[in-house]
């Protein structure tokens, strides 16, 4: 049975170069920075903003190991959303398992 990707349903994280208006237009993100922390691998800053503007950001992996909502490198999560958190964007939808 395939997994639906769950969606991005919000960014605080102003700065990223993906966020417009507190929507990610990144195709798709990466959760979870090596060491299980659950920080968005795909944020960066850069002078403008872009992405693809008619879509919402969905999640294409997941990296933390030790969330409830990780299957097997998968979200299972029916959506997530990020923000600042240890001064970095973390996935704030994270639950330890």
Do not use: W
Not at 29 to 37: L, N
Not at 39 to 59: I, L, S
């Amino acid at each position: 049975m395939g997994m639906k990707m769950p969606q991005v349903k919000g960014c605080s994280v102003d700065n990223c170069a993906y966020n417009t208006q507190h929507d990610c237009h990144a195709m798709a993100v990466t959760i979870g920075e090596p060491g299980g922390d659950p920080a968005c691998d795909t944020y960066f800053e850069a002078a403008r903003h872009g992405g693809v503007m008619d879509m919402t950001a969905g999640v294409g992996a997941c990296k933390t190991a030790d969330c409830s909502f990780n299957k097997d490198y998968e979200c299972s999560a029916s959506s997530i959303k990020v923000g600042m958190k240890h001064n970095q964007p973390d996935c704030l939808t994270y639950q330890p398992r």
